[in-house]
């Protein structure tokens, strides 16, 4: 069983930046891929980002260049750098992880699911 806590969410101004954490708890959590997924209200839970447990990163294309995925295996930690931050980036970002390989965008790839972080960008 893994274990996922989202921190980092908050509010900010257009033009700012967060870093959004996921940490894992299980032993095996380091070999997990990982993944960010995030919901706007009224819409579908949307793909981010995937890094495999050898630190490959998948991105959606719209979001290349303005966010960055990361992990940290001693630590059990993922990582969400958003930079350039828009009102259309408001969302509850939830963090994903599974033991398998597959189509890494999506959902139902995910066996795991932390609770979700808020984040809210005013314009």
């Known amino acids: 069983q893994v274990q996922l806590v989202e921190s980092g969410g908050g509010l900010v101004q257009a033009g700012g930046s967060l870093r959004l954490s996921c940490a894992a708890s299980g032993r095996t959590a380091s070999s997990y891929v990982m993944a960010w997924f995030r919901q706007a209200p009224g819409k579908e839970r949307e793909f981010v980002a995937a890094i495999t447990r050898s630190a490959s990163t998948y991105y959606t294309d719209s979001l290349k260049g303005r966010f960055s995925i990361s992990r940290d295996n001693a630590k059990n930690t993922m990582y969400l750098q958003m930079n350039s931050l828009s009102p259309e980036d408001t969302a509850v970002y939830y963090c994903?992880?599974?033991?398998?390989?597959?189509?890494?965008?999506?959902?139902?790839?995910?066996?795991?699911w932390g609770q979700g972080t808020q984040v809210t960008v005013s314009s």
């Open positions: 994903a992880a599974d033991p398998k390989i597959g189509q890494l965008s999506a959902t139902m790839l995910y066996n795991y």
